[in-house]
C-alpha cells in the first residue's frame, strides 16, 4: 500500500521560511522512477502546483508565483522529497500536497494527506 505523509506545515510570519517533507513508502517501481510535486489548494479553488522534480539534482518546474523564493530538493535514499518554502507571503496559506506520480504513466498518481501551512501577522 503507497503512503505519502507530508510534515512541517505550521504557522510563520509574512517573510519567513518554512520546509516540508513528504516521506514515500509502498511505491510498486520504486522510489526513484516516480516524478515528485507539491501542489497547494485552498478552499474553493483548484490544487495549484507549486513545484515539481523528475529526477534528483535536475531539473525542477515551479508555479510562477513561486519561483525564485522556494525549491524542491529530493533524497532518493530515504524516499523524501522536500520544499523549501522562502519569503512566505499571506498568499502561501493553503494545504500543501505531495503527489508521486510514475514517470511517463500519467495515470499512476498517489496523493498525501496535506499538510497546512498559515502565514500570518
Known amino acids: 500500500q503507497v503512503h505519502l505523509v507530508e510534515s512541517g506545515g505550521g504557522l510563520v510570519q509574512p517573510g519567513e521560511s518554512l520546509r516540508l517533507s513528504c516521506v514515500a513508502s509502498?511505491?510498486?517501481?520504486?522510489?526513484?522512477?516516480?516524478?515528485m510535486e507539491w501542489y497547494r489548494q485552498t478552499p474553493g479553488k483548484e490544487r495549484e502546483l507549486v513545484a515539481s522534480?523528475?529526477?534528483?539534482?535536475?531539473?525542477?518546474n515551479y508555479g510562477e508565483s513561486v519561483k525564485d523564493r522556494f525549491a524542491i530538493s529530493r533524497d532518493n535514499a530515504k524516499n523524501t522529497v522536500y520544499l523549501d518554502m522562502n519569503n512566505l507571503k499571506s498568499d502561501g496559506t493553503a494545504v500543501y500536497y505531495c503527489?508521486?506520480?510514475?514517470?511517463?504513466?500519467?495515470?499512476?498518481?498517489?496523493w498525501g494527506q496535506g499538510t497546512q501551512v498559515t502565514v500570518s501577522s
Open positions: 503527489e508521486a506520480q510514475k514517470r511517463n504513466v500519467q495515470s499512476i498518481r498517489h
Open positions: 509502498g511505491l510498486t517501481y520504486g522510489y526513484s522512477r516516480y516524478k
Open positions: 522534480l523528475a529526477v534528483a539534482g535536475g531539473y525542477a
